[in-house]
């Protein structure tokens, strides 16, 4: 089992240009997640998917928007990069229900 | 509103010291406490904590969960330089299947 996987791992946009980060996980699980981290902020929650066909917001959704596409995969696009998204991204898998998460590799993204 | 305040933020020990790390939350529907660490790349998760008082042990790390007083407490003994890392604590709930990070303890280990 591959868990949960991540591409591309590292990314250089301009500001302005568009792009989507792709997550996949093989363990049948319900829920899936999109994290930013940045020094000092911790992991911030970006968007969530409950199951598929569902998705919600979490503490930071502004300038993504997500698309759960079966079970197995979870995106994150951003439209219009800036600045100000240059982070480390982590998409999460987990079975629900305040249960642990397993983590991807992480996505590193500049926008210069 | 939900919070999750971890202390001490950062914490520098030599070898042999042992720790002790601590996380305060308030949530509403709480359902786990879940403890991760996390060094140069993704968290990786060390314990899932749902009942109070009852330790949680993996090797030279231990966790108990205080409901009551709502918090938990981390404990690494004999520490060695690989225990190196961010330590982030993470409480969920019933209510939707969000987990809600506090900003994590860096502990760094002197050899």
């Known amino acids: 089992n591959a868990g949960v996987t991540q591409t591309p791992k590292f990314q250089v946009l301009k500001t302005g240009q568009s792009m989507t980060l792709q997550c996949a996980q093989d363990?049948?699980?319900?829920?899936m997640y999109w994290y930013r981290q940045d020094p000092g902020m911790g992991l911030r929650l970006i968007y969530y998917?409950?199951?598929?066909?569902?998705?919600d917001k979490g503490e930071v959704p502004n300038g993504y928007n997500v698309s759960r596409l079966n079970k197995r995969e979870f995106s994150l696009r951003l439209e219009s990069a800036a600045p100000s998204q240059t982070s480390v991204y982590f998409c999460?898998?987990?079975?629900?229900?305040?249960?642990?998460?397993?983590f991807g590799p992480g996505t590193r993204l500049t926008v210069l | 509103e939900d919070k999750v305040v971890q202390s001490p933020l950062s914490l520098v020990v030599h070898e042999g010291d042992t720790v002790t790390l601590n996380c305060s939350y308030e949530?509403?529907?709480?359902?786990?406490l879940l403890w991760y660490k996390q060094e140069k790349k993704a968290p990786t998760f060390l314990f899932m904590l749902?009942?109070?008082?009852i330790e949680k042990k993996s090797g030279r790390l231990s966790s108990i969960l205080d409901k009551k007083e709502l918090f938990s407490i981390l404990n690494i003994t004999a520490t060695q330089t690989g225990d190196s890392a961010v330590y982030l604590c993470?409480?969920?709930?019933?209510?939707?299947?969000?987990?809600?990070f506090g900003k994590g303890t860096r502990l760094h280990i002197l050899p």
């Open positions: 999460a898998s987990s079975v629900g229900s305040g249960r642990y998460e397993f």
């Open positions: 363990m049948n699980h319900n829920s």
């Open positions: 998917s409950a199951s598929e066909g569902t998705t």
């Open positions: 949530v509403t529907n709480f359902r786990s």
């Open positions: 749902t009942s109070s008082g």
């Open positions: 993470a409480p969920g709930t019933n209510r939707d299947d969000k987990i809600i």
